[in-house]
């Protein structure tokens, strides 16, 4: 997630440090069940609570439950629906051990209106048939279907009849092996006893929004009364969802603002010098004018950068938007400056891509570009290292390589991150602190520009990214033509090779994208090297390359040079193309099996056509039948090439994860609230964030403390 890479993480307390503290705490309040510290979870039980994050009171009480059975009433038999739970309680009338179709215990249990329903077990103990000898008045619990003969139970609950009835509903909780419900409820209810409810937002603001009392909230989650709207808790509409929700999403607005402020108490260098011969002559001498938007966030970022806190920006753009020469300014910017900048893309072909189009750009005005990836070696990485160290080579571009512990900077001003979604947070941050330095007492922070053709959907702009200032490049560079996107079945695939022959004898160029095949990368290369060889075959005058992760990078960069040199007409790649290969001649994009792809993966793929000023075609091949999720997936890509919509109908399918790269920090994000239904709670959060900073500094204090605790990943951003 972006709001990693805030610097400042390396002086917050060391994360062994921080975990103490709740240790501490619990030791100090005893040694009570529920209240067990991280590193004294030493019985079975508390080591279990524990798997689940249950350490301190304050974790149980917002452990909530996943669902609810109603134990509160007895419904007449006659009423039962199959494919819903319900309580039903009656005399065993019939209770027998059947064999066929194979071993199992039948009931019929009657009510007192004379109906039957009939319970039935394929596995049962000696103890079940007991509790079901004909007479027993017995209490059933379960989910009704539809049965041979009416309606039955299959595995129910068996209680004894005649008790008195629940008055709340019974919670069910997400648990762990070995840890019963039973256990767990306890372990709650105890932690309801001792645990602090009391209220963290002040009255006005609770009547401002309308949320109840967070006591309320709690208390009605875990045990909702009998008459409770089970439709408004199961859709976390009830008043108690929305006043936990809204207190998550308040705590995440109050701590990214924190993140902000403690942004802007950091140094950095200040990269001021925007009179520069040097930005003049890059102005000069490129050979197209820069589009209104290019210009406008390039003075956007070229104002943080002047500025002496770090700058923690992300310049969106669509694909084909044309980003790199913005940072070629950002960078030009930092050099004119005296400082270094770097430049990280996350794959070789893309990094070396970059290096090629920033050395022609600023070579020429006398700037030093250096050069460093993974495959770098002997000589020439030892040349790269010491001129980043001296500070002789300006501008350094290269891949992850470049975070490396041994790679140092004489004064890193500027660090850019093209594609910045493909980076994990970790690399990030590896990255922040090879600015740091220490001169005199100062550490400086490098300013930091993370490039990205994702576009993040508003409602996780105003969340997730709140300490992060937003560029978009909203246009796109003259006489570009919209890609024309066709769906193509696989059976027709003929024609389509009859399209590319007839693409590359009009002298463009075209990318044939292999089927992904996520479970092995083994097969994945197989795939890459069949395709080329069927190719090769079906069109035997067409000049045909291949290029897959497993190349070794010179040769990857010897094949992506005859492409685009023009040496080879059509290139047959793997993902490794999917970000940032920027070849303008070419104008035709086959992927096949499309329905495999993601969509933001699929957008990508096609933004690497229509980046010249010819029609560009963009074939989806897919193999029927699809699958629902790919029909909406392949239609959306029909439908639309905007970025944003595009990102817009992905978050809807498959959550936000994927934009924040959560899935490498391993951070669950969001426990209650959804960014994508609670919308309007966002919005609230955000405004009661202000309120709160503004009028009750020490409600918001408690706030974060109540629900940030052990998650320092949100403390320190
Ligand atoms: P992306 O935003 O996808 O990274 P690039 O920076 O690769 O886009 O730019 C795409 C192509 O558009 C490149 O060939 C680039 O040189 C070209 N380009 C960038 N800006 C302009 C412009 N203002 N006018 C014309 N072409 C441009
Ligand atoms: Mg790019």
Not at 143 to 148: A, D, K, P
Not at 459 to 485: C, K, Q, Y
Not at 546 to 553: E, Q, V
Not at 696 to 705: C, G, S
Request: include cysteine; hydrophobic fraction near 40%.
């Amino acid at each position: 997630m972006s709001a990693g890479p805030t610097s400042g993480v390396h002086k917050t307390a060391p994360a062994g440090q921080q975990k103490k503290r709740p240790a501490t705490r619990k030791s100090a309040d005893g040694a009570g069940a529920p209240a067990a510290g991280r590193s004294s979870a030493t019985t079975l039980a508390e080591r279990r609570l524990a798997r689940l994050g249950l350490h301190e009171p304050a974790d149980f009480i917002v452990h909530l439950p996943l669902r609810y059975e109603d134990e509160t009433r007895i419904v007449p038999i006659a009423s039962v629906v199959p494919g819903v739970a319900a309580q039903i309680e009656g005399e065993v009338i019939r209770s027998e051990v059947e064999f066929r179709p194979r071993r199992q215990l039948h009931a019929l249990v009657q009510d007192e209106n004379g109906d039957q329903l009939a319970l039935r077990w394929l596995h049962f103990y000696p103890s079940q048939q007991k509790q079901l000898a004909v007479g027993n008045r017995v209490r059933v619990r379960g989910e009704v279907r539809s049965g041979f003969g009416g309606c039955e139970m299959v595995h129910p609950k068996v209680s004894a009849g005649g008790r008195p009835l629940a008055t709340a509903l019974t919670p069910v909780y997400s648990t762990t092996d070995g840890l019963s419900q039973i256990s767990l409820r306890k372990a709650i209810d105890t932690a309801l006893e001792r645990a602090d409810l009391s209220d963290t937002l002040p009255q006005d603001v609770c009547s401002q929004y309308g949320l109840i009392p967070f006591r309320q909230a709690i208390r009605v989650l875990h045990h909702p009364p009998a008459d409770v709207s089970c439709a408004d808790l199961a859709e976390r509409e009830h008043p108690a969802w929305l006043r936990i929700k809204f207190d998550e999403l308040l705590a995440q607005q109050l701590s990214l603002a924190a993140a902000r402020a403690a942004r802007r108490r950091q140094q950095a260098r200040p990269l001021a010098n925007v009179e520069h011969v040097l930005l003049q002559r890059l102005r000069a001498s490129l050979p197209f004018t820069l589009t209104a938007a290019q210009a406008r966030v390039i003075d956007e970022i070229s104002a943080d950068l002047s500025r002496s806190f770090p700058m923690h920006r992300l310049l969106q753009g669509d694909v084909g938007s044309g980003k790199t020469i913005v940072a070629a300014f950002a960078a030009a910017q930092a050099i004119a400056s005296g400082s270094q900048a770097a430049i990280m893309a996350p794959t070789e072909i893309l990094a070396e891509q970059h290096f090629s189009k920033l050395s022609a750009w600023l070579q020429p005005l006398g700037v030093n570009v250096a050069w460093l990836a993974g495959s770098l070696a002997g000589k020439a990485r030892k040349a790269t290292m010491t001129a980043a160290k001296s500070g002789q080579a300006q501008l350094v571009v290269g891949t992850q390589a470049l975070i490396q512990d041994k790679v140092e900077f004489s004064s890193l001003g500027l660090v850019i991150l093209d594609e910045q979604h493909r980076f994990g947070v970790g690399q990030r941050l590896q990255l922040n602190r090879k600015g740091e330095e220490n001169t005199g007492r100062q550490a400086y922070i490098p300013h930091q520009l993370n490039m990205s053709a994702t576009p993040i959907p508003r409602t996780l702009a105003m969340t997730f990214f709140a300490d992060l200032d937003v560029s978009v490049i909203d246009e796109l560079p003259p006489g570009r033509s919209p890609v024309l996107t066709k769906l193509i079945a696989d059976s027709r695939r003929p024609e389509v090779l009859a399209s590319v022959a007839a693409e590359v004898r009009q002298g463009r160029q075209a990318y044939w994208v292999c089927p992904l095949v996520e479970e092995s990368e083994a097969l994945q290369l197989q795939t890459a090297v069949d395709t080329h060889e069927r190719l090769a075959a079906a069109l035997p005058d067409v000049r045909i390359g291949l290029i897959h992760g497993k190349l070794p990078a010179n040769e990857k960069q010897a094949v992506m040079k005859r492409f685009r040199d023009g040496d080879t007409d059509v290139l047959v790649a793997t993902t490794v193309i999917e970000v940032g290969v920027d070849v303008s001649n070419a104008s035709l994009m086959i992927i096949e099996h499309a329905e495999r792809f993601g969509l933001a993966q699929l957008h990508q793929l096609r933004g690497r056509v229509g980046r010249g000023s010819q029609e560009s075609i963009c074939v989806l091949m897919y193999q029927a039948p699809l699958s629902m999720i790919a029909r909406q997936r392949l239609r959306a890509m029909y439908e639309t090439t905007d970025g944003f919509e595009i990102a817009r109908r992905d978050l809807e399918q498959r959550g936000p994860g994927e934009f924040l790269g959560v899935r490498q920090s391993g951070q669950e994000l969001l426990r209650f609230a959804s960014l994508e239904t609670d919308a309007r709670l966002v919005a609230q959060a955000r405004e009661a964030a202000a309120t709160l900073r503004d009028h009750y500094p020490e409600h918001a204090q408690a706030h974060l403390q109540r629900w940030m605790r052990g998650r320092q990943d949100f403390l320190r951003s």
